[in-house]
């Protein structure tokens, strides 16, 4: 067992001796170990190492995840669930704090792992789709009533209005000397920017209004029962202020894509309508009478707006020289940039359905 990991951890209130720490999957954010004690056969905790450079207040971060699940417990308690499995229970320091500072400055968090429960990286089925919208929609009803300021985690996020912004700066700093072989990815952006830029209007006029939102609805996301019954959402690091919209697009964007965020092979790339409509039924089941009308009209476009985002972003980075994504090759975020850009082309030319649907 790593002493150095062994030394962070002790600093956490888990009551007991520990066994054994083991690496948890390839973070693509922060780095997840497990930690299991001494006479439990299987992991009793799970241990972060916050990336503080994506997330520059980590405090504020966990105070977030703290009083949210808080909020979303009393509701199970209230139901007569379970509240230590159907949300996520954060373990505080020794400190009291939500979170430990090592000596060179990372920030550590821990709680509790959730036995006999599942996770899934795909929606190869609409059965599972629904269940993953009602992953979603069981989440935001709990915190419907959630009225406290959440802090802005990550400053901008989902804010196209912010990330034009980055992008005008970005196009006249031509970093990595990029922007002349781009003319044409450029223009997808600029030929939609009014379209997005009407969107978020209606955030900032509040037509659309400020939820409690996750931020990163991906299925793997979602924590389910060995039945494939919904537990709850994991991963609740960006989970602050913004329009509903924004989760079920991000959700859109990753569920219906019937290739790979990076496929090269572009023919691959599409949105499954029926994955689509599966969704869509699963979290309205949740949230149908929680939403405003015009949440209900403008739900369609969540998914295109998101995946909009994403393109901005992934090419963005590429002008940036690749600062901010991690990559596996010189040319991956212009990959991406073009298999979501395919994505995005989907979504606009089903857009009749989406609306009927």
């Known amino acids: 067992m790593d002493n150095q990991l062994l030394h962070i951890a002790k600093h956490f209130a888990l ?29 009793d905790y799970i241990l972060q190492r916050k990336n503080h450079n994506v997330f520059p207040d980590v ?25 230590m499995r159907e949300t996520l229970t954060v373990v505080p320091a020794l400190d009291g704090k939500l979170y430990h500072k090592d000596k060179d400055g990372n920030f550590w968090a821990v709680c509790v792992f959730i036995k006999d429960s599942v996770t899934h990286d795909r929606a190869d089925t609409p059965e599972l789709a ?42 006249a700093a031509d970093a990595a000397g990029r922007v002349k072989d781009l003319k044409e990815e450029i223009s997808w952006i600029e030929s939609r920017r009014q379209k997005m830029l009407d969107f978020w209007h209606l955030v900032e006029t509040g037509e659309l209004p400020m939820r409690v939102t996750h931020n990163d609805t991906k299925l793997s996301n979602v924590l389910f029962n060995k039945d494939d ?14 329009t509903a919209l924004n989760d079920v697009g991000d959700a859109l964007r990753s569920y219906t894509n019937t290739g790979a965020e990076d496929d090269k092979d572009l023919d691959k790339v599409s ?12 979290y309205l089941s949740k949230m149908r009478d929680k939403l405003t009308p015009k949440e209900l009209e403008m739900l369609p476009f969540a998914g295109i707006y998101i995946t909009f985002e994403q393109v901005l972003r992934f090419l963005m980075d590429y002008i940036n020289g690749d600062t901010y994504y991690r990559i596996a090759y010189p040319e991956h975020n212009l990959v991406r940039t ?5 994505l995005l082309t989907s979504m606009e030319s089903q857009w009749e359905e989406m609306k009927n649907i």
């Open 338 to 342: 073009r298999a979501q850009y395919k």
């Open 271 to 282: 949105m499954n309508l029926e994955i689509y409509k599966a969704y869509m039924a699963g």
């Open 59 to 83: 405090p504020a971060m966990m105070d977030n995840i703290y009083r949210v699940t808080n909020h979303i417990k009393a509701k199970i308690v209230a139901a007569g669930g379970d509240p």
């Open 130 to 171: 629904y269940k993953g919208g009602e992953g979603l929609g069981l989440f935001q009803s709990q915190l419907a009533d959630f009225t406290e300021p959440l802090a802005e985690t990550i400053p901008g996020f989902h804010n196209i209005k912010f990330r034009f912004t980055q992008w005008d700066e970005a196009i």
């Open 229 to 242: 019954s919904v537990l709850c959402m994991i991963d609740l690091d960006t989970c602050m202020s913004s």
């Open 15 to 43: 009551g007991g001796k520990i066994a054994s720490i083991d690496r948890l999957g390839e973070g693509f954010i922060n780095d997840t170990l497990t930690i299991t004690m001494e006479g439990s056969s299987r992991p």
